[in-house]
């Protein structure tokens, strides 16, 4: 299920921004091997 971006910023913005940059980390992290 897709949760608008609008909704999920509205319920927690510091969330969602740690949530991205964990996940934009990992991304990374995989891509190094």
Do not use: E, F, H
């Amino acid at each position: 299920p897709t949760i608008p971006r609008r909704n999920a910023g509205q319920i927690g913005l510091k969330k969602s921004a740690r949530d991205n940059l964990i996940l934009l980390i990992n991304i990374i992290w995989s891509n190094s091997w």
